[in-house]
């Protein structure tokens, strides 16, 4: 089965510009998360969506970020404007469910996008 | 919130030998999960640990989950150098809806 996968893989732009973030979730899972890596702050959620509903964007670091699941298979993180303290590993992880039926189930990783803002 | 403290940070181990690693967090959690991390990757799921007492092993890796404690261990047997990785503990809670709270990761270095 294919995982979760995360385009770009890598992306390097200047500051002021858009960015886009693109993840297809693993086929059947229903939650979707959002999460920044930085050697500073570590491993932070930013939002997660439930059946496609955004259920807690409170990680989402300003207005400046914003995040959108149109279906069950995409979601988009998009950073406009972007600043050079937004460069990051984004990761997008999926679930099959949060309730008590899945609770040995961990979630699943896409490979990340590495992303430079000069 | 929740709080994930995990020690040490860094771990540099000779080949064969055994070590642990260990895991707190500051509020009851739903699920604990191990994950591992190679340089440049994803993350990739080790363990999921639900109650209190559950232990669980996979090669030469085994988790362990005290609830009452809120501490949970990863204790590596005989290591060798392929276990080389970041190993990141998280937590999780229904009422967040089980999105992880992630400790800083333990950089594990296993040398000849």
């Known amino acids: 089965d294919a995982g979760v996968i995360q385009s770009p893989r890598h992306e390097v732009t200047e500051m002021g510009q858009e960015v886009t973030l693109r993840c297809k979730p693993i086929s059947g899972h229903n939650s979707l998360f959002w999460y920044r890596q930085t050697m500073m702050r570590g491993l932070e959620l930013l939002i997660y969506f439930n059946n496609n509903v955004p259920i807690d964007d409170s990680g989402m670091p300003e207005d400046r970020f914003s995040a959108k699941m149109p279906n069950a298979s995409f979601s988009t993180l998009k950073i406009q404007p972007s600043e050079p303290r937004d460069s990051a590993v984004y990761f997008c992880?999926?679930?099959?469910?949060?309730?008590?039926?899945?609770?040995?189930?961990?979630?699943?990783f896409g490979d990340g996008t590495r992303l430079s803002i000069l | 919130e929740l709080k994930v403290e995990q020690n040490p940070l860094f771990l540099s181990m000779q080949e064969g030998k055994n070590y642990t690693i260990y895991c707190n967090y500051s509020t009851t959690s739903d699920r604990l999960y191990w994950y591992r991390q190679d340089p440049g990757k994803s993350l990739e799921s080790l363990f999921v640990l639900l109650s209190n007492g559950a232990v669980k092993q996979e090669g030469r890796l085994m988790a362990s989950l005290d609830t009452k404690a809120r501490l949970s261990t990863l204790h590596i047997t005989a290591a060798v150098h392929d276990l080389s990785a970041t190993y990141f503990c998280?937590?999780?809670?229904?009422?967040?809806?089980?999105?992880?709270?992630f400790g800083k990761g333990t950089s594990l270095l296993v040398t000849p």
């Open positions: 992880a999926s679930s099959l469910g949060t309730g008590a039926t899945y609770s040995n189930q961990p979630q699943h």
């Open positions: 998280a937590v999780s809670h229904s009422n967040s809806g089980y999105a992880l709270n």
